[in-house]
């Protein structure tokens, strides 16, 4: 009772009021710190936020919000209607927003666990898979994050390209957003070393190797990069903190330079239609209606957050996408297919074009007899001169990145209608093409031979990942003891006597022989059999070799031995596979 007396004498009480008027305080009470806290906002009007219904209060309390608080006043009070077309911006930056935030909270818990030493990075990657709560999930997400972003970050602009917003007042603001487009490339690639498994080790070997072909700073430059001559400790280190300090204070930074000046100087740009084009006062009036930020689009962005998330989590619950790992990075082991990320395939298809190589073709089947007409043999050699890895690796991607960046001041042309603009539309669908065929050249598989024995027995088990030799069941190569040899007739099936269930728990499922050994056999002799009649494997000799090693594990050797087609020699490639009964499927 003494306490609450305390309490009444403290709110200026002798006695206890009266019920409603105990009930209204409490109300004002809570009432004036829900407008505290939401910078203007009573419970009122929020609750007619919620219902659509108009303001409660003049002036209208939802743009005091804007003015007053410290992380909305980034914000207009409203938008022309014609701007929040979604087909004009698709929310596109919206997006790449949204994934930014999104990869710094998946970020921070998964930097929370993370080890960056050579000798724990891998370990504390599987520990946080395996034993921290959400761990795989969080890591997965944050990974899908990265690669969205950047997708994201390049249709965005891609679509300020298509719908000329980069003009006019817009220009530095594109400017930022090349900028950030560099930012955010660069922040997937150096977290692409921090899982430490051949993947990645490998990848960023081959990145980072660019720089030493520079000229008297190259070799310095890539030292600093990776800390040493080779990736170690230093080169870990270094990447750790430029993906977790100092990139993501930049991207934080240009992303805020850029936010503030699409919302507070020259907001959304509208539809070059409407922008441009002569219209009717009525729809011209309707165009530039204002569309409140608050209720109107703060609602849908909200709608927007919960769906980018919820599709996260769809992909990842049905596998269709999941954060690679591959076997602990071995710096003496070079595996036959590395590649970098996807966003940077155009890098490596242009470092496979030999521009030496190619004013050679050209130039010498002119230039030969013409000079021979006067007596003079001449073969142009400009490999020595032009360095193909210095010139397309950091000649031509800088340049084409600052063209980029200055395009807003290389065109002229004022219209932003695409009828207007048939030349940079032109140009920009071509650039499209351009980079998905340098894309395509940057594939392992292209531009790049692999002697057929080898590449048939790596496709059938890759050194990193499954492929189809290591998905066979362990009770078909349990009961499938033998040689296989290509070329004889073993019927439809290796081993048509076995029977077996697949799966304990579902006793009503048979198999009936072996079919995927026989399926991964048959795979085998047919593309030997084609590099056989290419020329590429003349004398061809091939079997697979199933044998038991040792209780619970299985030895599958596939063995090619063929003449070499230009000495004749003769030459032998196999290699082993240890399958244990306990393996599961989809890691080894």
Same mark, same amino acid.
């Given at each position: 009772?003494?306490?609450?007396?305390?309490?009444?004498?403290?709110?200026?009480?002798?006695?206890?009021?009266?019920?409603?008027?105990?009930?209204?305080?409490?109300?004002? @009470?809570?009432? =004036? &710190?829900?407008?505290?806290?939401?910078?203007?906002?009573?419970?009122?009007?929020?609750?007619?936020?919620?219902?659509?219904?108009?303001?409660?209060?003049?002036?209208?309390?939802?743009?005091?919000?804007?003015?007053?608080?410290?992380?909305?006043?980034?914000?207009?009070?409203?938008?022309?209607?014609?701007?929040?077309?979604?087909?004009?911006?698709?929310?596109?930056?919206?997006?790449?927003?949204?994934?930014?935030?999104?990869?710094?909270?998946? %970020?921070?818990?998964?930097?929370?666990?993370?080890?960056?030493?050579?000798?724990?990075?891998?370990?504390?990657?599987?520990?946080?898979?395996?034993?921290?709560? #959400?761990?795989?999930?969080?890591?997965?997400?944050?990974?899908?994050?990265?690669?969205?972003?950047?997708?994201?970050?390049?249709?965005?602009?891609?679509?300020?390209?298509?719908?000329?917003?980069?003009?006019?007042? &817009?220009?530095?603001?594109?400017?930022? %957003?090349?900028?950030?487009?560099?930012?955010?490339?660069?922040?997937?690639?150096?977290?692409?070393?921090?899982?430490?498994?051949?993947?990645?080790?490998?990848?960023?070997?081959? %990145?980072?190797?660019?720089?030493?072909?520079?000229?008297?700073?190259?070799?310095?430059?890539?030292?600093?990069?990776?800390?040493?001559?080779?990736?170690?400790?230093?080169?870990?280190?270094?990447?750790?903190?430029?993906?977790?300090?100092?990139?993501?204070?930049?991207?934080?930074?240009?992303?805020?330079?850029?936010?503030?000046?699409?919302?507070?100087?020259?907001?959304?740009? @509208?539809?070059?239609?409407?922008?441009?084009?002569?219209?009717?006062?009525?729809? $011209? $009036? =309707?165009?530039?209606?204002?569309?409140?930020?608050?209720?109107?689009?703060?609602?849908?962005?909200?709608?927007?957050?919960?769906?980018?998330? #919820?599709?996260?989590?769809?992909?990842?619950?049905?596998?269709?996408?999941?954060?690679?790992?591959?076997?602990?990075?071995?710096?003496?082991?070079?595996?036959?297919?590395?590649?970098?990320?996807?966003?940077?395939?155009?890098?490596?298809?242009?470092?496979?074009?030999?521009?030496?190589?190619?004013?050679?073709?050209?130039?010498?089947?002119?230039?030969?007899?013409?000079?021979?007409? #006067?007596?003079?043999?001449?073969?142009?050699?400009?490999?020595?001169?032009?360095?193909?890895?210095?010139?397309?690796?950091?000649?031509?991607?800088?340049?084409?990145?600052?063209?980029?960046?200055?395009?807003?001041?290389?065109?002229?042309?004022?219209?932003?209608?695409?009828? $207007?603009?048939?030349?940079?539309?032109?140009?920009?669908?071509?650039?499209? #093409?351009?980079?998905?065929?340098?894309?395509?050249?940057?594939?392992? =598989?292209?531009?790049?031979?692999?002697?057929?024995?080898? &590449?048939?027995?790596?496709?059938?088990?890759?050194?990193?990942?499954?492929?189809?030799? &290591?998905?066979?069941?362990?009770?078909?190569?349990?009961?499938?003891?033998?040689?296989?040899?290509?070329?004889?007739?073993?019927?439809?099936?290796?081993?048509?006597?076995?029977?077996?269930?697949?799966?304990?728990? $579902?006793?009503? =499922?048979?198999?009936?022989?072996?079919?995927?050994?026989?399926?991964?056999?048959?795979?085998?002799?047919?593309?030997?059999?084609?590099?056989?009649?290419?020329?590429? @494997?003349?004398?061809?000799?091939?079997?697979?070799?199933?044998?038991?090693?040792?209780?619970?594990?299985?030895?599958?050797?596939?063995?090619?031995?063929?003449?070499?087609?230009?000495?004749?020699?003769?030459?032998?490639?196999? *290699?082993?596979?240890?399958? *244990?009964?306990?393996?599961?499927?989809?890691?080894?």
């Amino acid at each position: 009772m003494t306490f609450i007396n305390n309490i009444l004498k403290r709110l200026n009480y002798t006695q206890l009021p009266p019920r409603g008027e105990w009930k209204a305080f409490i109300f004002k @009470l809570i009432d =004036e &710190r829900v407008r505290i806290i939401t910078a203007g906002l009573n419970l009122r009007e929020l609750r007619a936020i919620m219902r659509g219904d108009p303001p409660t209060e003049k002036p209208n309390p939802r743009y005091k919000v804007i003015t007053t608080s410290f992380v909305a006043h980034l914000r207009p009070r409203y938008y022309p209607q014609a701007a929040t077309w979604f087909t004009h911006t698709f929310r596109l930056g919206f997006f790449v927003t949204f994934f930014f935030v999104v990869e710094v909270i998946t %970020g921070i818990v998964l930097m929370a666990y993370y080890v960056p030493y050579p000798d724990q990075a891998y370990g504390s990657v599987l520990a946080i898979e395996s034993n921290v709560f #959400f761990g795989e999930l969080m890591r997965d997400i944050h990974r899908l994050g990265a690669e969205a972003m950047v997708a994201f970050s390049w249709l965005h602009l891609l679509r300020t390209y298509f719908t000329g917003s980069y003009k006019g007042p &817009r220009s530095f603001t594109w400017l930022t %957003g090349v900028i950030l487009l560099a930012i955010t490339a660069w922040l997937s690639f150096t977290g692409y070393l921090l899982p430490w498994d051949q993947l990645s080790y490998w990848a960023v070997t081959v %990145g980072t190797s660019i720089t030493e072909s520079g000229p008297i700073v190259g070799p310095t430059l890539n030292l600093v990069m990776r800390g040493a001559p080779d990736i170690g400790a230093g080169g870990l280190l270094r990447f750790y903190l430029q993906h977790v300090i100092l990139f993501p204070l930049l991207a934080i930074l240009f992303i805020s330079i850029h936010y503030y000046k699409v919302s507070r100087e020259h907001s959304i740009s @509208l539809p070059a239609v409407v922008e441009e084009l002569e219209l009717p006062p009525d729809k $011209k $009036k =309707e165009y530039n209606r204002r569309i409140d930020l608050i209720p109107d689009l703060l609602s849908h962005e909200i709608f927007l957050i919960a769906l980018g998330t #919820f599709v996260m989590l769809v992909i990842l619950y049905f596998r269709l996408f999941h954060s690679p790992l591959e076997t602990h990075a071995n710096p003496q082991n070079t595996p036959l297919d590395t590649k970098a990320p996807w966003y940077f395939w155009w890098l490596q298809g242009i470092l496979k074009i030999d521009p030496a190589n190619i004013l050679e073709n050209l130039l010498n089947p002119i230039l030969q007899p013409l000079l021979g007409l #006067f007596g003079i043999e001449f073969t142009l050699e400009l490999s020595k001169l032009l360095d193909s890895k210095f010139i397309m690796g950091l000649i031509v991607p800088p340049v084409l990145v600052v063209i980029l960046a200055f395009l807003p001041y290389i065109d002229k042309n004022p219209s932003r209608l695409s009828s $207007k603009r048939p030349f940079a539309i032109a140009w920009g669908i071509s650039w499209i #093409f351009i980079m998905l065929a340098l894309s395509y050249m940057g594939l392992p =598989e292209y531009g790049i031979e692999t002697p057929a024995a080898t &590449r048939v027995i790596q496709d059938l088990a890759p050194e990193e990942g499954e492929g189809p030799l &290591r998905e066979i069941p362990y009770a078909e190569l349990e009961h499938a003891h033998g040689v296989y040899t290509v070329g004889e007739d073993y019927g439809r099936d290796l081993c048509p006597g076995l029977a077996y269930q697949p799966d304990h728990d $579902k006793p009503d =499922e048979v198999v009936i022989g072996c079919p995927h050994l026989t399926a991964v056999f048959n795979q085998f002799s047919e593309r030997l059999r084609v590099a056989e009649e290419d020329g590429r @494997l003349p004398d061809l000799v091939a079997r697979i070799v199933v044998e038991q090693f040792q209780p619970g594990m299985v030895r599958v050797t596939p063995q090619v031995e063929w003449s070499d087609p230009e000495t004749g020699e003769a030459k032998a490639y196999e *290699h082993t596979y240890f399958l *244990h009964e306990n393996r599961v499927l989809g890691s080894h």
